[in-house]
């Protein structure tokens, strides 16, 4: 059956677009001209040899998508596990590294667990966000650490920009007994902008997990629910002189419930705090400033509702930018990045009473970095970067990348991209009592792409990339055969070999998109396949507007994987398809219904926990 739908999707591949056209009206994906993460500045798309995927607000509310996960779920190359429903666990896998392995920023402020090393998808509210640019690959010689997949970059509610104030209220609900309500007001004055929201999501959910057997098993055949509380402020200013500064505000927390032995619920705070400024020093120089804190804060409770354990986490950001425009065909840009990372625990466990976690609780990086954006013989596009770290950690590392570009006259775009990048150690990899090792070194990563693009004429544009990595010194647990305690060593090796596929096209008013993914991520040790990685993957989206009403579908396809490094514990493969319709009552009001997983496919992407059957979300939208 899998193998059929994935033989029909790549015929009916011909109907789909890589992006819709951004109007309130048609049911289509707007294709961006400029991004900003692949270069740190604003750069034409059509210029980046990296792989980069856009969504704007406008395709978030196309997608009728709930939370951030459910934007990112069949994007190209992404692989994305989740531990039950909503709220629960959720690990992001670019191009087959490591969910550890993508950096993630917010107002182009570091955010995540600096414990952990990873980031909390499942809580970032999506009514907050304006606007998600991802970049495939390695970006540690822009960005430092932790870019070892890629970079994903969330930008918070803009708002309008005219001088009336724009006001957006949603409300809906489905399923689970979810409930979903979000509102903002948004505008300018004079050279001052602002916007505001608030947004609030519950839902009593499903049981998360199947019952697990043995000594530390357990049976929890409840509803295992969540809810997310959130708020985002932004605001600005213009001077006379064009010199600009803004701050912005996002903080959202809530509790989710889930299924363990020692803990079933987690009560969370997340924020991030930014603020930039810009000015023209001279005609072709642009200074910016950027500072920046965030924090993740999580308490965990005990199945009879006691205090389990603490986990608090900070991090301060600071970058210096500058941009030089040498000229109209080459641009240089020179900046540093100052980031220091802060810890705390409590624990209060069977195994251990109450104890501070960590005996170094603090640590700093220092990034300088260069890059060279360069336009030559008219149609060759090149960027190349290099940038230096100093970790407190473990010492220094070096980075770079390069990419070239040609855009032919005929449509046809190859390109090519070559890099190193780097992972720090966590903090609890580094001195979590009894596992830490304050010898670590960072994870270290080479990658290759080559590639080839087309757009021809606006209505057909395709894309292929093949890519190689090779990633070391994977910090890997190994077992004392002594004292039978586990310990953090730089021991693991692995190889990722892909090729990321992309068609699209609009015919007779319909907008579609088809992306496909295939990946061989392999232990280079025992030349097993990496743990929790589908080796395929295919995502189909339909949509087209008729009228007053907008009408689409979504098909995903994804093969099986494996539960365990030794590849012992296999989860099989599954196809969902998901239905939804807009009906416009007029230019202010509309009505959203959305159905998602049509034919009820029982599946897992984590052996045991459970995923969402057939259900359905209803809501209404307004806007002046």
């Not at 970059?153 to 009336?164: E, Y």
């Not at 009879?304 to 900070?314: L, R």
């Not at 730089?490 to 990722?496: D, V």
């Not at 068609?503 to 496909?516: E, F, I, Y």
């Amino acid at each position: 059956m899998q193998k059929l739908l994935f033989s029909a999707l790549l015929l009916a591949g011909f109907n789909i677009p890589l992006q819709a056209q951004e109007t309130p009206t048609t049911d289509s994906v707007a294709l961006p001209e400029m991004v900003v993460t692949a270069t740190r500045i604003d750069t034409a798309k059509n210029q980046l040899s990296a792989g980069t995927t856009v969504y704007t607000r406008a395709d978030i509310e196309r997608l009728q998508v709930k939370t951030f996960p459910d934007l990112l779920r069949g994007t190209t190359g992404i692989d994305m596990t989740q531990q039950g429903g909503d709220g629960k666990i959720t690990s992001i896998f670019m191009r087959g590294t490591n969910s550890d392995h993508v950096l993630v920023l917010i107002d182009g402020i570091k955010v995540g667990s600096a414990t952990l090393g990873t980031t909390a998808f499942e809580f970032i509210p999506i009514d907050q966000i304006e606007r998600v640019e991802i970049i495939r690959g390695p970006l540690s010689s822009l960005y430092g650490s932790e870019a070892i997949g890629g970079v994903i970059q969330i930008f918070t509610r803009k708002g309008s920009q005219g001088d009336k104030p724009k006001v957006t209220l949603d409300a809906g609900g489905g399923s689970y007994d979810t409930l979903k309500a979000s509102g903002t007001v948004s505008g300018k004055w004079d050279n001052n902008w602002y916007s505001v929201g608030a947004s609030h999501y519950n839902t009593q959910g499903f049981n998360a997990r199947q019952p697990v057997p043995g000594p530390f098993g357990f049976n929890q055949p409840d509803n295992d629910g969540y809810y997310n509380t959130a708020v985002n402020a932004r605001a600005g200013h213009r001077f006379n002189n064009n010199a600009e500064i803004e701050a912005s505000f996002m903080r959202y927390e809530g509790k989710t419930r889930y299924d363990g032995t020692f803990q079933d619920e987690t009560k969370f705070v997340n924020q991030v705090v930014a603020l930039s400024g810009s000015m023209n020093i001279f005609d072709n120089w642009k200074s910016t400033l950027r500072l920046g804190q965030s924090f993740d804060d999580n308490d965990q409770f005990a199945p009879d509702n006691s205090f389990s354990s603490n986990f608090y986490t900070q991090r301060w950001n600071a970058t210096w930018l500058n941009e030089f425009h040498i000229n109209d065909n080459h641009q240089f840009i020179l900046g540093s990045d100052y980031r220091l990372d802060e810890a705390d625990s409590s624990d209060l466990d069977t195994f251990n009473p109450v104890f501070d976690a960590y005996k170094e609780r603090s640590r700093y990086d220092v990034g300088i970095f260069g890059e060279l954006h360069s336009q030559i013989l008219d149609n060759h596009f090149i960027n190349a970067s290099l940038r230096w770290d100093e970790n407190e950690a473990f010492g220094d590392y070096v980075t770079g990348n390069f990419g070239w570009r040609y855009n032919s006259d005929i449509g046809i775009s190859p390109f090519a991209n070559f890099g190193n990048a780097f992972k720090a150690p966590t903090f609890n990899q580094l001195y979590f009592p009894d596992f830490g090792n304050p010898d670590l070194k960072p994870e270290e990563s080479t990658s290759f792409e080559v590639g080839l693009a087309g757009d021809h004429h606006k209505w057909l544009q395709w894309e292929v990339r093949a890519y190689h990595t090779n990633i070391d010194n994977l910090i890997t647990p190994v077992m004392d055969p002594v004292t039978f305690q586990f310990s953090a060593q730089n021991i693991g090796k692995s190889q990722i070999d892909g090729i990321e596929a992309e068609l699209a096209t609009q015919v007779m008013g319909w907008n579609s998109k088809l992306s496909m993914n295939l990946i061989s991520p392999k232990n280079r040790e025992t030349n097993l396949r990496l743990p929790r990685r589908t080796e395929k993957s295919l995502s189909f989206d339909l949509s087209r507007s008729f009228g007053q009403f907008d009408v689409g579908t979504t098909v995903l396809a994804q093969g099986d994987r494996f539960d365990d490094p030794a590849n012992s514990i296999k989860v099989g493969g599954y196809v969902t398809v998901d239905l939804r319709t807009t009906y416009h009552f007029n230019k202010n009001w509309m009505l959203s219904a959305k159905l998602n997983n049509l034919l009820d496919k029982q599946y897992q992407t984590v052996n045991t926990y459970n995923t969402a059957d057939r259900n359905f979300f209803i809501a209404i939208h307004y806007n002046n």
